[in-house]
């Protein structure tokens, strides 16, 4: 028998698959939208629930989600002000112009649900199998149906496998833990670049509450034997432990999972399936960041399922929803698929360091396009440029006449 909407009517307004920060996103703005709408939201873990992540929460997460009326998620977690980057014997510490959170995903996932609830939204725990479109509606594997649904489901997408099936995009694998914070990585956020696959980097971020989120991550080599499966667990903490010694004797709650990242031009088919997040391939190639990415999409598809809800049409949700997006990621993206690209020759990674180094607005910029939605300023791009000239033109050393 269908499940029905608690009201008993046949098809609910919209269904959300997940409840991550897109999914509980997606909710939210839909029903900040449209206050009445009839919101399901739906995920295969009850909360509180882990989620393997570096749990940095950069602060355009908090201005997205006060849009939606959201506010205080961060209560009770210390803001950090200081970001270190490093590679070999390049460093720079820089202030940030705005804070950035430290909150495990146990506690700031289940706060985000909790406000989708209280706004109105359903949850349930259900793991989905598969949706398909039945004439304008959709149907989900247990016969649940939407007029519109968002597919919130994370990494290992479903839904995106029902709706867009073919090759996934270029994938990260990283593994964190929870270490004691050392003292000299107090109330900081430490990121040091590793010398494989690029991404690759180590990171020890301070919670505040006397333990660090720990991990290393670097990109999937697609073409290796085993479909990039070379990457064990093995070589992921050695890799840490190489890059940021001492850390792993004295970490647990070790997990590992895949980031989907995003490229040159962002896709999301026609009709009344929308995908966010992780699910649409939404993680920034160069840094590894995805909550702000989510959150921005789930918003964006909550309010776009709203809108082509109340004008009787959920299939016009999805190109909606597509320009959408674009409008507020579409360069932005281009640029982070350039400058990952380049931050794959060790001398750039070098260059943007020296340079934020000597300049705060170049540091800005890259925090910006790290954790933002920042684009390629001049002044970013000057600053490369003079510090790779520099490099190219500084004399060799001498050898040492004996
Ligand atoms: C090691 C690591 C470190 C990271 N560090 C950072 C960081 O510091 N900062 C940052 O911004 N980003 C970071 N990211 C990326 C970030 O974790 C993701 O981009 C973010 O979680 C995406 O949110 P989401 O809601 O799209 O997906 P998720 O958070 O993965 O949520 C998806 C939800 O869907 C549910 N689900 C999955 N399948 C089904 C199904 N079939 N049926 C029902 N429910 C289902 C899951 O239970 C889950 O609750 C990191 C990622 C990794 C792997």
Redo the contacts with the bound molecule.
């Keep these: 028998m269908m499940p029905a909407p608690e009201d008993g009517r046949r098809t609910w307004d919209l269904v959300v ?7 509980a996103a997606a909710a939210l703005g839909a029903l900040h939208a449209r206050p009445g709408l009839r919101v399901l939201l ?4 009850g909360f509180p ?1 882990d ?8 602060p355009h997460v908090f201005d997205v989600l006060r849009g939606v009326g959201v506010d205080g998620l961060a209560n009770g977690w210390t803001p950090l002000r200081r970001l270190e980057l490093s590679r070999e014997d390049q460093v720079v510490t820089g202030r940030l112009a705005r804070p950035v959170w430290v909150i495990p995903r146990e506690v700031f ?1 289940a706060r985000l649900v909790d406000r989708a609830v209280a706004a109105g939204a359903v949850l349930r725990r ?4 598969a949706v398909r479109r039945v004439g304008d509606r959709v149907v989900l594997d247990d016969g649940t149906e939407a007029r519109v649904v968002v597919g ?7 839904v995106r496998a029902s709706v867009a099936p073919g090759p996934a995009g270029r994938r990260a694998l ?3 833990g929870y270490a004691p914070t050392s003292a000299a990585r107090h109330r900081r956020q430490v990121i040091r670049y590793g010398d494989r696959r690029q991404p690759s980097y180590a990171w020890a ?1 301070d919670r505040g509450d006397g333990l660090s989120n720990v ?1 290393y ?1 670097e990109l999937v080599d697609d073409h290796a034997e085993g479909g990039g499966a070379g990457l064990t667990r093995t070589l992921l903490l050695e890799q840490l432990e190489r890059l940021l010694p001492g850390t792993v004797p004295d970490a647990d709650r070790w997990r ?4 989907p990242l995003s490229g040159w031009r962002w896709e999301q088919p026609d009709g009344p399936v929308l995908l ?4 649409a391939g939404l ?1 920034n190639p160069m840094t ?7 959150v921005a999409t789930g918003v964006l598809a909550g309010r776009c399922a709203a809108r082509a809800i109340a004008d009787g049409d959920g299939p016009a949700a999805g190109h909606a929803y597509r320009d959408a997006v674009r409008r507020l990621l579409g360069r932005h993206l281009k640029h982070t698929w350039v400058t990952a690209r380049l931050s794959r020759r060790p001398e750039v990674v070098d260059a943007g360091i020296r340079a934020a180094g000597r300049s705060q607005g170049v540091f800005d910029d890259l925090v910006e396009i790290g954790l933002g939605d920042g684009r390629i300023t001049p002044r970013l791009a000057a600053g490369l440029a003079t510090e790779l000239v520099r490099t190219a033109t500084r004399p060799a050393p001498q050898p040492i006449p004996r």
């Design positions: 698959v997940g409840a991550g920060p897109a999914g739906l995920d295969r873990a629930r989620k393997c992540c570096g749990d940095g929460i950069a996932d259900r793991r989905v199998s919130a489901d994370g990494a290992h997408s479903v990283a593994i964190r971020f991990g991550g590992a999972h895949h980031l966010s997040g992780d699910a993680i590894g960041e995805g909550i702000f990415y989510a």
